[in-house]
């Protein structure tokens, strides 16, 4: 028709993805082999924030230094002033598609409890793991105390289960598994991730990638040694419309179908 609009403009690309760095609280090292609770305490990643859609996209440890008592019930060995210390960082991916993800809420997996304080490094192979189930995305995963009876906990001491929240996204169905290599050593403590050169365990962005698994383990290593595995997900960063732009392109389209012929509930509409 020579009144026919040219065709409706595409939407604007979707924003580069928000990653936001949010690092956890330094807790003791005990320079021991051996590990303890509060190296257990600051084993996992701060939680990414779901209210504000965050993803978890990737995860890894720095030294600090740690004051004496800076967390309640945390003291230096031999109660020196200060000491060596270990954080964790998370990096989290701001992912809009969770807006419109089907399939409802957030789930919370929790694995068996098993040893740890006084164990060493090799003990959290396979043991320190966070698997998501399909179609959603870890937002944080996190050890956490015996909840058993006290009698228990003094029968059996030490013990943790490991906790992972994971959040609906959409897609997820291409990833890919990453190894960090076989840099940290079975014997060592907690301070052994820090006493190496540890690697970043982290997702691309720029692949719309985020995390839906992480886990020490000693495949692909030689004896001796464990690395860090994780799955990356492409979950797609949707366009983000407002509600008027969403009306004008659809009133574009619609004067568009008319012009060409369309039917009559488009001329209605």
Known sequence: SPYALPPSPPPPPPEAPTVTLVAGKCGPLSGD????????????????????????????????????????????????????????????VVKHNQDVAQGGACVTIKSDLTTLV?????????????????????????????????????AEPGMYSFEAECCPALALDVCKTRKYGCTLKTKYSVGGIVATEYPHAECDPSKDEVMTSWQLTTEGCPAGFLQVATTCCETP?????????????????????????????????
């Open 33 to 92: 082999f051996l590990i303890t609770h509060a190296e257990v305490a600051h084993l996992a990643p701060p939680a990414c924030d779901k209210r504000e859609n965050q993803l978890l996209m990737g995860a890894y440890y720095e030294a600090c230094t740690y004051t004496n008592d800076d967390v309640r019930g945390e003291s230096c060995p031999g109660s020196a002033p200060t000491c060596d210390g270990l954080r964790s960082i998370a990096r989290c």
């Open 118 to 154: 006084g164990r060493r490094l090799g003990a959290l192979a396979a043991v320190a793991a966070a698997e998501c189930p399909p179609r959603t995305a870890l937002v944080s995963w996190a050890p956490k105390t015996d909840p058993r009876p006290w009698y228990a906990r003094k």
């Open 237 to 269: 960063q949707f366009y983000n419309l407002t509600t008027a732009n969403a009306q004008k392109f659809e009133a574009q389209g619609l004067v568009a179908s008319v012009l060409r012929g369309g039917s009559d509930g488009d001329l209605k509409r």
